[in-house]
């Protein structure tokens, strides 16, 4: 038995927000290549089955929002603040979440730029509005119900979403359909959403952050519930991340069986993915908090941590600049219009030579210059709260 002390509940949790800032960070270079032509496979997300590192930063972001939840949320009760006060704040925030993420999906409303703007065609779902779902939802379940409640909640979720994707039969193709087109995910996305989802999804009216696949993605985010509440159990820093590394593993070992039956599946957030990538998680923060918290080794960290700071900002600020960037248009050189990051991209990266290194080159410098921004916030001492 280790004879250091065990870590206080209210002490913050320095390993989180790097292990958040290092996601946000992953986000900034996935989502932000020179050419999507031209990417390396793990900067790409899986087609169908199976996963990339692409496809970890998603369910990464959704378990931390866990994790931090249950760390703020308890803290906030043990003081003594009114939980129907705090519910009303869940609410608030989630609904100004989802706010930001209609908002990115259609800016700039057909009102600058050339921009095109239908209000009977702009996707719905999308990234920011499944954050803030799932974080409504896991809000609710934290201020209304014990540990042991919501464990038998969040299985039955799981166990619903798989139970009724095996046995609906979908009209036209009926029960247990796996492909793109035909499942009860696209079914579901295609009818209660048609005309809203988003247009380079797998199928047409497929959803990949739909209304069906929510649910496992609620799972996700409560898996870092269940995380939350162990760390702020008495024991020491060295047990902490033993019995995290030792959970992380088996959720990944349950997560590859549970494949056979249900592929691990990002698009359609299958029960066999959400489990591998909190298991995943697990493993991933152990490391961080073993690393930063117990052994003391936090100089290489200090980036990640200012970072992750303002995550949501810079989630919002990639997007904006990132649709801008297509929507701005200069003269190119024989006269024609191109958007401005086909000219800057020829300008700067191009010259590189190679087409896949000029493209990865790009997204890491959106993701530096992304940084710097970050890094500006942190010395004016700005953190936008939503």
């Not at 790097?18 to 270079?29: H, I, P, S």
Request: aromatic content about 16%; charged content about 10%; some cysteine.
């Amino acid at each position: 038995m280790s004879s250091s002390s065990p870590s206080s509940p209210s002490k913050r949790l320095v390993s989180l927000d790097v292990f958040r800032g290092a996601t946000v960070a992953g986000m900034m270079l996935v989502n932000n290549p020179g050419d999507w032509s031209k990417i390396y496979a793990p900067w790409g997300h899986a087609k169908w089955d199976g996963w990339t590192y692409t496809d970890t930063i998603f369910p990464f972001f959704l378990w931390i929002v866990g994790v931090a939840m249950m760390l703020s949320f308890a803290k906030r009760v043990e003081r003594g603040d009114d939980k129907g006060m705090l519910a009303m704040h869940v609410l608030r925030r989630a609904v100004i979440i989802f706010a930001l993420g209609v908002f990115l999906s259609t800016f700039p409303f057909g009102l600058a730029f050339g921009h095109k703007f239908s209000i009977h065609a702009f996707r719905i779902p999308g990234v920011l509005q499944r954050i803030a779902i799932c974080y409504f939802v896991g809000g609710i379940l934290v201020l209304n119900f014990s540990t042991r409640v919501q464990i038998g909640i969040t299985f039955s979720l799981l166990a619903l979403y798989w139970i009724l994707m095996k046995t609906i039969h979908v009209p036209g193709f009926g029960p247990g359909v796996w492909t793109p087109k035909g499942n009860l995910v696209w079914f579901i996305d295609a009818h209660l959403l048609k005309g809203h989802t988003w247009t380079g999804a797998p199928a047409p009216g497929f959803d990949p952050e739909g209304i069906f696949s929510t649910i496992p993605a609620i799972a996700t985010t409560m898996f870092g519930v269940f995380t939350g509440a162990f760390l702020r159990k008495e024991h020491s820093k060295e047990e902490k991340v033993a019995w995290m590394f030792f959970a992380g593993s088996v959720m990944m070992l349950v997560g590859l069986i549970m494949d056979n039956w249900l592929p691990i599946n990002k698009n359609l957030w299958t029960n066999s993915y959400s489990v591998f990538m909190a298991g995943l998680a697990l493993n991933v923060l152990a490391c961080c908090f073993w690393t930063i918290d117990v052994r003391g080794w936090s100089g290489w960290s200090r980036p990640f941590e200012i970072y992750g700071q303002n995550a949501i900002t810079m989630f919002f600020l990639s997007g904006v600049l990132g649709r801008l960037s297509f929507l701005i248009k200069l003269a190119g050189p024989d006269g024609h219009p191109m958007t401005l990051k086909t000219w800057y991209y020829n300008a700067l990266f191009v010259p590189i030579g190679d087409p896949m290194v000029a493209s990865f080159a790009h997204s890491i410098a959106f993701m530096l210059f992304l940084y710097a921004i970050a890094y500006f916030m942190h010395r004016m001492n700005w953190i936008v709260k939503v």
